[in-house]
């Protein structure tokens, strides 16, 4: 009856060992988390895609937009079908911490034989990870929860850098524009010029001024150009196409803002339900205390249990039991105890660091958007239309004979000038809201130091020539 009872326990202890693995590695639940997060579906294929597929094609048709772009991205970028297999690996170990060692089988056969050969067979099992299953089960059941946070991180954030890329090609694309205007002005002004000089009307500095602005205005339109090439095979990578005659094209201008911002609580809810990094942490906490119980047990190493059954020469059989014990004489598993402890300790301290954190985190992304949006309506309410209605009041005076043609084409020059700082104005708020959705979703640490009217304020005051009328 003993025996019955402890080969029935064993018989369990091998059948729990077959813990319940999410055939789909967990693509549902990270598609779900996702979603919610971005809108945006993504599909693990087991196979690439090709520009012939009908969604491809489908989502190309008409304007570009971020969403779209987006969209494109995730069905369509091996890099991030490389992330999501990411899965498969974390279910297979799932898998391998749900199982136990297999048993080792040992025979001996001895020579020579008289009146029988001697025998001896042996069965041994590692007691240690029997007794550890149910303790690695739950922190293999961990690590694939914290998998799957790092793989819906990952996605997550792709999709906030695939919108990134999109806004940066759509204001290189209207840059280009405005600096090919830009160009012709002072072409006019320069072709002015030279005719003015030549009937002495202007003097020798007069017209290198504008002949100087000419060929500024030529080194400026070759840089945003080239930048529009690279702004433009950034998103093609990123939106994984192979074939770049694929006709697509970008919309016209820059979406406009949403009424309202979201306010300082609400944002608070939000990430509250939303940050995968704090997620994550809470995960490698959790991770970090199972595995503190599990050192406990490293200076035993390796306990075996065994059955034999033995056949001496003289014809005597005997069966027993056994077991094999490590005396913890000079690996007392301090050293493995000591490791589990501190990556607790610091994986505790991670965890305080990011929740303590957070909030500033979203003040410091809403102040920013706030002023990216003060601005952005700024140039719209007043200096694009002021700009204009400086042109237009030159226009009555240049007719009037108040003020000469060079007067008009700065004032034009002005107003282009105007009209792109507009458009820094506008891509530096949906980065803005872009780094917002990701402070609120826990994919981003920092802010951006630098904005695009930064950088290009910079570049006009180290560039830029000095002259004009």
Not at 67 to 72: G, Y
Not at 86 to 106: M, T
Not at 255 to 275: F, G, K, N, S, V
Not at 411 to 424: G, L, M, P, V
Request: proline residues 5%; charged residues 25%; contains cysteine.
């Amino acid at each position: 009856m003993k025996r019955r009872s402890f080969a029935l326990l064993v018989i369990l202890v091998f059948a729990s060992a077959c813990a319940t693995v999410p055939r789909d590695a967990g693509v549902s639940d990270v598609r779900a988390a996702v979603s919610e997060r971005t809108g945006q579906s993504v599909e693990w294929s087991g196979q690439p895609s090709t520009a012939d597929d009908p969604r491809i094609r489908a989502l190309l048709k008409g304007e570009l937009t971020g969403d779209k772009a987006v969209a494109v991205a995730m069905v369509n970028n091996p890099r991030l079908q490389a992330t999501l297999a990411e899965l498969g690996i974390a279910r297979a170990d799932l898998l391998q911490a749900s199982v136990v060692r297999n048993p080792l089988f040992e025979a001996e056969i001895r020579f020579p034989s008289d009146p029988f050969r001697p025998f001896e067979l042996r069965l041994a099992q590692t007691l240690v990870d029997l007794i550890q299953l149910p303790r690695r089960r739950a922190l293999g059941r961990a690590a694939f929860d914290a998998a799957k946070l790092g793989v819906t991180s990952e996605v997550v954030r792709f999709a906030a850098d695939v919108r990134a890329q999109h806004a940066e090609l759509l204001a290189a694309s209207q840059r280009v524009a405005m600096s090919s205007l830009n160009l012709e002005a002072a072409k006019a002004s320069a072709e002015l010029a030279q005719r003015q000089h030549d009937a002495q009307n202007i003097t020798d500095l007069d017209l290198e001024n504008e002949q100087a602005q000419y060929e500024q205005a030529k080194v400026d339109l070759a840089r945003e150009e080239q930048r529009l090439v690279v702004a433009r095979e950034t998103l093609v990578r990123a939106m994984g196409l192979r074939d770049d005659s694929i006709d697509w094209r970008l919309p016209q201008a820059f979406p406009p803002p949403p009424p309202t911002e979201q306010d300082q609580q609400q944002l608070e809810t939000l990430a509250a339900a939303r940050r995968l990094d704090i997620d994550i942490a809470r995960r490698e906490v959790e991770i970090a205390r199972q595995q503190v119980p599990m050192a406990r047990l490293a200076a035993l190493g390796d306990i075996t249990v065994d059955g034999h059954y033995q056949h001496d020469a003289s014809g005597t059989k005997t069966v027993g039991p056994g077991i094999e014990v490590p005396i913890p004489i000079f690996n007392t598993g301090a050293p493995a105890r000591s490791r589990a402890e501190a990556e607790y300790l610091r994986a505790a301290h991670m965890l305080n660091a990011l929740l303590a954190e957070s909030s500033s985190h979203l003040r410091a992304a809403r102040a920013t958007v706030a002023e990216a949006r003060a601005r952005l309506e700024y140039y719209r309410d007043v200096v694009v239309p002021r700009r204009l209605r400086i042109v237009e009041l030159t226009k009555l005076e240049q007719n009037s004979m108040l003020v000469g043609v060079f007067q008009l084409l700065q004032a034009k020059q002005n107003e282009a000038q105007a009209r792109r700082e507009f458009i820094d104005a506008q891509f530096d708020y949906w980065a803005a809201r872009n780094a917002l959705d990701r402070a609120v979703n826990g994919v981003a640490a920092e802010m951006p130091l630098t904005t695009a009217s930064d950088q290009r304020s910079s570049q006009r005051s180290t560039t830029s020539p000095e002259g004009g009328h």
